[in-house]
């Protein structure tokens, strides 16, 4: 084949890619055709086009189970393309707004250096801070807290001081979940003592992790006990309690 021919055949490519690509986002399209278009990205395999298979997950289908099932088959091809997928799903990890499902299929495809790499990455470019929309944020970190890695607690505890109340509560529960108190322990107390703190859900669900966990609150028993909900209390040994329900 020579250098002309090799060339129009990749343009055809594209504009079959493209508008497979076009057919498989179509949420007015009929199921039918949007798998007919679905399997040819598949059958194309290119990172191109199984990133145009992922971008099916942020397209909502008004008829709620074949749009499930739609997804749960992309899901299935791209774990069946193990490691060739993996340049796709890590583009679409930095660029979607909304990552469940790839976030799902990461540590199917990846190895755990890979899959480290990856959540690095998103997290380099989702720094704590203000944010308009902070729903990304949010799934990395309710990720991290069942991610089975020494890295994640230290990953997870800068974001206590997000600016988003939502997000330093699935900070305070992913710090709970990854169990690390030598990490967890400081920052936690530090946020529940902290002035500017002003949710309760927080201060509740970091009293349960320490009742949960057995951690002391030696050296902020005084700042503790400031703002203890009413619902715990702290014993002589500086564990944190539920109290008793005194109710008849």
Known sequence: MGLLDRFAKDKREERARTKNIAR???????????MKALEALAADGSTEALYGLLRRFAVMYDKTIEDEQEKE?????????????????????????????????????????QELAAIEEILTRHEPGYERDPTKKIQVLNYLGRFKNEKAPALIAPYLKDMDEGVR??????????KD???AREPLLDLFSSDGEESLRIRIRVAEGFVE??????????????????????DREGHIKRKKDTTP
């Open 24 to 34: 498989g986002l179509n949420k007015y399209a009929q199921s039918v055709d949007r």
């Open 73 to 113: 088959w992309v899901f299935e091809t791209l774990e069946s393309k193990g490691e060739a997928a993996l340049d796709a799903v890590k583009r679409y990890l930095l660029s979607a707004e909304s990552i469940s499902w790839p976030l799902r299929l990461l540590p199917r495809i990846a190895s755990a250096e």
């Open 169 to 178: 509560f699935a900070a305070v529960e992913a710090l709970v979940r990854q």
């Open 181 to 183: 108190e030598a990490v």
């Open 213 to 234: 966990q057995g951690w002391l609150v030696k050296g902020h028993r005084g700042s503790v006990e400031k703002k203890l909900p009413d619902a715990f209390t702290i």
